[in-house]
């Protein structure tokens, strides 16, 4: 690391570290607040359960006088201890019997009381209304069955209670723990009367043993907020080094000394980063601590953490926060002002909590793909550390991963101080003009990026509220509908209203010849592709379930009752042209005005992806989009996207329609293809990507 | 010596709306003088001067700063010039020595060498009471003597001057002034920008006119008077340029 670099890291973090702020949020907040706010609400629960069982709990029994003493007695007196969580489980509690003092009269009846007319309740409305307004803690209906057992019936006794009531909660614990000992002792008779010995209802006990570390559930929390908190820390740091700096006019001094615009970037990610591995390793030690102290302070919660584990949990976290660092500093770098950084921030931390969250939903686990995935690996592994899970391949994996994630950011950051157009970038003055108020017209006749984004939104929005809707009702007017009202109609109607020049926003030209023979070739490509695709998805996302496999089982039969010419219309025909105007004509040029061509092709088959509300075509339906894409740009027109789209889609409908057996011998049930069909395929693709490499000349915009 | 020839800057060049901020703008710059480029808001002054100090890359033309081209080797050329514009461009959490400090060290500056540079710019600019206080906290004109110390902590042979009193009040100004006058030796050569006619009187021994992109009028300021106010030479200037082409006339 050359001088000038360590320099500006040292620089930068001596003005963070000075800056009363930053101290507050990155220092303050881990040593002192978490376990101010953990012990704190532990504690204070303790106390309230304690006083609840102090207490006395007022229960109301339908048919209290002919309640058997033995039930009556289980209610009344505490109950044996068995357990350290007893007070938690309100078997300590102490009820207060009696019988409910109304309703008096029939439902709907007149009465009077103290000179009020009132219409009698029901005795179900009454007992609502007691216990909502906490007269009462529990109402036991069907009491009196129990006095004369029958043998041969089994009588319902009811327990209602208010469960937004935390008092009414303890107290139905506590009623349906006497409740259970007194069935118990009823049985216990019966297998004594009929002679038989104890041991007839319980011929053996089973004990599970748990051997992994204790507390795993604590370790899943712990292990999300590890990874949330060590990405957060880099948002302050950030903003300031970044937008800050700009804001504040000093960047440009900066970059008139006589060192490379790479070291001031290096210079500013160390800075960040350093700073927020700290925060990182404050949160770790101190969040650590509070739960194994919180946990063993708490009866039946326990919680085990030795300083080996928390040191693994540091080493996966170092290269999650410099990827975050790099992140986030390149982030804030775009953003001209502050307050515009934070904007910009505020969502990729919030995209980047998911994983994590993610991670600690139970049965997802860490697998070799997964260990791949950027923070969700990390955060499994983590995870799989405290649950004493966590293999050394997987730890290998997470680690190269993450860093190699990280050089790529901290490479993004490198480009960006070398781009004019993002370090003198003005700051935003006016918000996007998402619906052309301001008619001062859309740059070049195509619409802004914000216009694209707010599209993608909406199109996004009616497929899951409106479309999957209407294909319930009816499949095949509901997928007309989708595609020709809402997909291509809201696109094409939305550049209607901005003024947009259509035939740019919708790359409406004739394309050069080579791109007919290409868009054939890559659209019979991308369907060889597209399997193998969807098959190394399965690694990495889970698959259809049986529910919807079933679903799609149906769509295809209904399909294919339609005959060959309307299928084609439908299934290929159809999406070709109304998808390829939403998502590489709008939503494309859209984003070509603001960002690299690479960057809104891969924005834009997300976006295609996503809206097809189909999670196990995730990684097929982007490759497409990016094909698409990346045809529409160098060809700059639509329509050899929209051959490309209906090749492919007529492709799998042939492939759908042979014959089982040719289907088997091209298409393994687990849905790899043959090599035949791989071969054909991807000479196809390679045929068609060649075309386009040769041919295309590089275009200067698409539109 | 700057010598800047053809320079030609367009922002935004693959937008629908291209702005060419430079056009063509041509004029050196010798040691030992002052040279000041003048004109209203939006000529492009400031573009001129942040290419001319590597700031910007140029679309078009060159510039050289002592015999350094600025697209061959930038740092080069940063390493031969001081920098000054209107905001100070200080860290408002670093003391003006922390901040010499820094930028000393950034310049290849270090150990005993760097210290008695600080203290002799401490003394020049009688920095004495405040070298120690947080930038954040100073008043402007403490903030402007920093800033102009710390664009002279590496000594360089060029100073460049982008608007360096726009910001500031009237005493504040004449003094920054003052300083920059005192700052003539026959070995630097000053590039001052401003449309502050009175300033470029006191301190300019070249001018240029820069307007609608283009430099307009350029050599000796005796010379382009031409026996009328430096205020009424620029203002002939500009009217017989909107007379030529009145559609971009401010």
Redesign the interface.
């Known amino acids: 690391m050359s001088s000038s670099v360590v320099e500006i890291a040292r620089k930068e973090i001596v003005e963070i570290l000075r800056d009363r702020r930053s101290l507050y949020v990155l220092l303050l907040l881990p040593i002192a607040l978490y376990p101010v706010i953990v012990i704190g609400t532990t504690f204070l629960a303790t106390i309230q359960i304690r006083k609840l069982n102090q207490q006395t709990h007022p229960v109301w029994v339908e048919g209290w006088d002919e309640l058997p003493d033995e039930l009556q007695r289980l209610l009344s007196e505490p109950l044996p201890e068995e357990q350290d969580d007893d007070l938690k489980r309100g078997r300590q509690l102490q009820l207060r019997l009696s019988a409910p003092p109304g309703p008096k009269g029939q439902a709907g009846e007149q009465v009077v009381r103290d000179g009020v007319a009132y219409e009698e309740l029901s005795p179900e409305d009454y007992y609502g209304q007691a216990l909502a307004n906490d007269a009462v803690r529990a109402v036991i209906r069907g009491a009196p069955s129990l006095v004369h057992l029958d043998p041969h019936a089994v009588p319902k006794v009811e327990v209602l209670y208010n469960g937004g009531i935390d008092a009414s909660n303890l107290a139905r614990k506590r009623i349906s723990a006497a409740l259970a000992l007194y069935s118990e002792a009823v049985v216990a008779k019966r297998v004594d009367a009929a002679g038989l010995p104890d041991t007839t209802l319980t011929p053996f006990v089973t004990e599970a043993v748990d051997r992994g570390r204790e507390g795993a559930m604590l370790g899943r929390l712990l292990g999300a907020l590890l990874v949330v908190l060590a990405l957060t820390g880099a948002f302050y740091p950030a903003l300031d080094l970044g937008a800050g700096e700009k804001e504040r006019g000093t960047l440009e001094t900066l970059l008139l000394a006589p060192i490379s615009r790479g070291s001031v970037a290096l210079g500013k990610f160390w800075a960040v980063f350093a700073i927020s591995l700290v925060v990182a390793l404050l949160n770790l030690l101190s969040l650590g601590v509070t739960f194994a102290f919180s946990a063993g302070s708490v009866p039946g919660m326990s919680f085990s953490v030795d300083v080996a584990s928390l040191a693994a949990c540091f080493f996966v976290l170092v290269p999650l926060v410099a990827m975050f660092s790099a992140l986030s500093l390149a982030t804030s770098t775009y953003a001209a002002s502050y307050k515009e950084g934070q904007a910009y921030l505020t969502p990729l931390m919030i995209l980047g909590t998911l994983p994590p969250l993610a991670a600690a939903l139970p049965g997802l686990q860490l697998n070799l793909p997964l260990s791949l995935a950027p923070v969700l690996g990390a955060s499994l592994l983590i995870k799989g550390i405290f649950a004493g899970t966590a293999h050394l391949i997987h730890g290998v994996l997470v680690f190269g991963s993450n860093l190699v994630y990280a050089l790529v950011a901290v490479r993004w950051v490198a480009s960006l101080y070398d781009r004019e157009e993002v370090l003198w970038r003005p700051a935003a003055a006016k918000a996007p003009d998402l619906l052309g108020l301001r008619r001062e017209g859309p740059v070049g006749g195509v619409p802004s990026m914000p216009q694209a984004l707010a599209l993608a939104v909406v199109v996004l929005c009616l497929q899951f509220f409106a479309g999957a809707k209407a294909q319930q009702a009816s499949l095949i007017a509901g997928l007309v509908f989708t595609l020709v009202a809402l997909v291509a109609g809201s696109s094409v109607g939305y550049a209607w209203w901005l003024r947009c020049d259509l035939r740019k926003t919708f790359a409406w030209r004739a394309p050069p010849a080579w791109a007919w023979p290409a868009a054939l070739l890559l659209g019979l490509g991308a369907l060889a592709i597209n399997l193998d695709l969807g098959y190394v998805q399965q690694g990495w996302l889970p698959g259809r379930t049986p529910e919807e496999i079933v679903a799609l089982q149906e769509v295809t039969d209904e399909l294919s009752a339609l005959p060959w010419p309307a299928l084609l219309l439908l299934i290929a025909a159809l999406p070709a042209v109304t998808e390829e105007l939403c998502f590489r004509g709008f939503l494309l040029q859209g984003l070509r005005g603001e960002v690299s061509g690479k960057l809104a092709i891969v924005i834009s088959a997300l976006v295609f992806a996503a809206v097809h509300l189909d999670p196990s075509r995730l990684f097929p339906q982007f490759f497409a989009g990016c094909l698409a894409g990346a045809l529409v740009i160098r060809t700059r027109s639509l329509w050899p996207a929209m051959l490309l789209h209906f090749v492919h889609n007529g492709t799998l409908l042939g492939l759908e329609s042979l014959d089982p057996e040719t289907a088997k011998a091209l298409v393994a049930a687990d849905g790899l293809p043959s090599w035949t069909l791989r071969l054909s395929g991807w000479g196809c693709a390679a045929l068609g990507g060649a075309l386009c490499l040769v041919c295309a000349r590089r275009p200067r915009s698409a539109g | 010596m700057i010598e800047v020839d053809q320079l030609v800057k367009v922002y ?1 060049p ?4 291209p702005v060419r901020a430079v056009n063509g703008v041509s004029f050196t710059a010798r040691p030992g003088t002052v040279f000041g480029l003048l004109g209203p808001n939006g000529a492009g002054k400031t573009t001129t001067l ?1 290419i001319v ?5 140029p679309t078009g033309g060159t510039a050289r700063v002592g015999g350094v081209d600025v697209r061959r080797d930038p ?2 050329v ?2 031969q ?1 001081g ?1 000054l ?1 209107a ?1 100070t ?6 003391t003006p020595r ?1 901040m010499l400090a ?2 000393g ?4 500056l270090d150990g005993a060498g760097l210290e008695s540079r600080i203290d002799a710019l401490v003394d020049l600019f009688e920095m004495r009471d405040f070298q120690t206080r ?1 930038c954040g906290l100073l008043s402007s004109g403490q903030k402007q003597k920093t800033s102009i110390a ?1 664009a002279l902590i590496h000594d360089p042979p060029v100073l460049i001057l982008d608007e360096p009193t726009s910001s500031l009040d009237v005493l504040v100004a004449r003094t920054v002034v003052e300083r920059i006058d005192a700052l003539r030796s026959s070995r630097r050569t000053i590039l001052l920008s401003t449309h502050i006619m009175s300033e470029a009187e006191r301190l300019c021994d070249e001018v240029a006119f820069l307007y609608r992109s283009k430099i307009q009028a350029n050599g000796p300021r005796e010379e382009v008077k031409a026996g009328r106010t430096l205020e009424d030479a620029f203002f002939s200037c500009v009217d017989e340029v909107d007379r030529r082409d009145p559609r971009g006339a401010a």
Do not use: M, N, Q, W
């Open positions: 935004a693959h937008s629908p709306e942040r100090a590597t700031v910007l890359r740092a080069g940063r390493r010039i920098f514009s905001s461009g200080l860290y408002d959490r670093l922390e820094y930028f060290k950034l310049y290849g947080p710390r």
